[in-house]
């Protein structure tokens, strides 16, 4: 008999944009439970995206341009491992575009966490920086693998 299928805790809406992916992203900037840091951080960012529009809307397109559509999986078929593309679910989706534009911006040496968090979101939104380009890797391996898609599960 299977398992039962385990709830999901989501995060409420942040409490200046009413928006999840807001809140989502201020727990993926905390460092050591310090979520007040966190959303400074990540309300800095948001009032200098507001110079250029909608900040909620243009996080939102940065993570459609950053997360990947189908990505590789490993499956071991007669002795071998194949790498197996698949698609995305969307709430995998929107954890890797995040953890992927954190990812890069905290690997943005010298430059405070605000400032290179917001060149990544920017960034995302032109098509380029660290987190659209390792997007278009994952999109390119499994362009590659595509001859074993067939056995996907």
Known sequence: M????????????DEVYGSVKVSKLINYVMERGKKDTARKIVYK????????GDPVALLEEALDKASPNVEVRSRRVGGANYQVPREVNPNRKLALGLRWIVEAAEGTKGVPMDKALLKELQGALKGEGAA??????????????KAFAHFAW
């Open 45 to 52: 960012v948001m009032d200098e995206l507001k110079k250029q």
């Open 2 to 13: 299977r398992r039962p299928i385990k709830r999901k805790h989501l995060p409420g809406p």
């Open 132 to 145: 659209v380009t390792k997007r278009e890797t994952t999109h390119r391996m499994a362009e590659a693998n």
